[in-house]
């Protein structure tokens, strides 16, 4: 079982820069992917970032975050990264990591859907003061 730990969160201002990690532990066996997902109360689970695990660091955005987050991986640590810059007041959530062990469709590279990832975090809350 793998153990996903979030931490980094915190109150920040609009326009603030934050840095969540995520650590993994445990029997990790294989990673094919590590996400971020945010929830906000009364809504959805909303996919952020991914970064596959092995290769290039290949990564995909939603497009509500393209541009001002960044997903890092530091394999050697076990960690991913989010780097989070010009946070609005509606980046405030409770932000999860995920970790995906396989990869589970051909031609499909970058999973985005709660149901496709195998482990996850507890959570970090992030709040944005306007």
């Known amino acids: 079982q793998v153990q996903l730990v979030e931490s980094g969160g915190g109150l920040v201002q609009a326009g603030d820069s934050l840095k969540l990690s995520c650590a993994a532990s445990?029997?990790?066996?294989?990673?094919?992917?590590m996400s971020w997902f945010r929830q906000a109360p009364g809504k959805e689970r909303e996919f952020l970032a991914t970064?596959?695990?092995?290769?290039?660091?290949?990564?995909y955005y939603a497009d509500s975050v393209k541009g001002r987050f960044t997903i890092l991986r530091d394999n050697a640590k076990n960690t991913v990264y989010l780097q989070m810059n010009s946070l609005k007041p509606e980046d405030t959530a409770v932000y999860y990591c995920?970790?995906?062990?396989?990869?589970?469709?051909?031609?499909?590279?970058?999973?985005?859907?709660?149901?496709?990832?195998?482990?996850w975090g507890q959570g970090t809350q992030v709040t944005v003061s306007s």
């Open positions: 995920a970790s995906k062990r396989e990869r589970t469709w051909i031609g499909v590279y970058y999973y985005t859907s709660t149901d496709d990832y195998d482990n």
């Open positions: 970064v596959l695990w092995t290769g290039a660091s290949d990564t």
């Open positions: 445990g029997r990790s066996g294989s990673t094919y992917a």
